[in-house]
């Protein structure tokens, strides 16, 4: 039996304002309450046709969306001719709506729709209206023709932040199967060779135990060194698969900054091997943070990222040329911030942060070093 798809007034997705946005129907409902008999009773019932196209546009995708938009500037401007001249206030709802085409042409025709619409509202009741009524409904006329470029904007940005977050997964998706890809070529490469000699030399002990022992406990002497052999082989491959290397993750950032459409400039030392992977790693997920960063918070078109080795440590270096940094206001880059220091304590490192026509943030980590003995067995 099929399973009851649940209603609902609106998408789960834009939370509770669909609903908030009612309140501004009261309004309306007063002026309606004004009128009397058939002409109440279609009063209310286009109201109540409003709140339907209303519903519609948020649950309606592409197809019949430009439908229940241009049936609400219908039931606007009756609104306004037929009932009350301060309902064109309720336009806002269809200004908000018209935000939403992500086409231009659609959307300034809809815009210009829009309009004209008012315009003739207005213009079919201007003998009703006095000079103070005109200077109270310029000023939110000219507020309600800019909202659908404001929602346009945030419509694209957060499209926008979509797109990202899917590039970034799929980023990081190939990454992981390159990973995969890797890790499959050195088994094949290191481990396959290795298990094969242990297996040919197995054979030829066992045929030598009888005719020559001495010549198979040299050959079993072999294996053994092979078998160690191979054991290094495997924590070495084990090693590369828990270890973030600084060389990956700067192609991974550069990948990343120019799918956002931010251009990446690398300037510093190039080879990264004799740095400790505990150092490197640290630094890689810091790089990571800091990307996020100037991705969701900067606003720039230019990243620069410096890398230099020195006799006590190793700086780092992320500039960007965005709006800066408004440290009280800007909670989320804090935390970002917060979880960067929280991972350079670990290896005795720091942070500094500057924001100055861009924000530039700086990274220190001492050396570690380490006195590694290298028994004879494993």
Known sequence: MAAIKKFRL???KYGIMPYVFLIYLLMPIVYMSYAEGAKKVVGYILLFLFVVTYRQLYVTVEKGFSFWLVLQLLIVFSLIIFYHPYNLFIGFFTAH??????????FFIAWAGFIVSNALAIASISHQLETIDFLTLIPFLIIMFAIPFGFRSIDKRNKIEQQL???NERIEELVKQEERMRISRDLHDTLGHTLSLITIKSQLVGKLIAKNPEKAEKEAKEIEITSR?????VRELVSGMRTLTLEEELVHMKAFLQSTGISFRYEGDKKFSDISHLTQNTMCLCLREATTNVVKHSRATQCLVRIKKGKAGIKLEVSDNGIGV???KDRAFGNGLK?????LSLVDGSLTLTSDKGTSLMIEVPFIVK???DAADL
């Open 10 to 12: 609106f998408p789960k």
């Open 97 to 106: 709506f018209i935000g939403w085409y992500s086409e231009n042409k659609h």
């Open 165 to 167: 977050a899917q590039a």
């Open 229 to 233: 052999t191979a054991l290094q082989q």
């Open 326 to 328: 408004d440290f009280m």
């Open 339 to 343: 979880g960067i220091d929280e991972r």
């Open 371 to 373: 006195q590694r003995q």
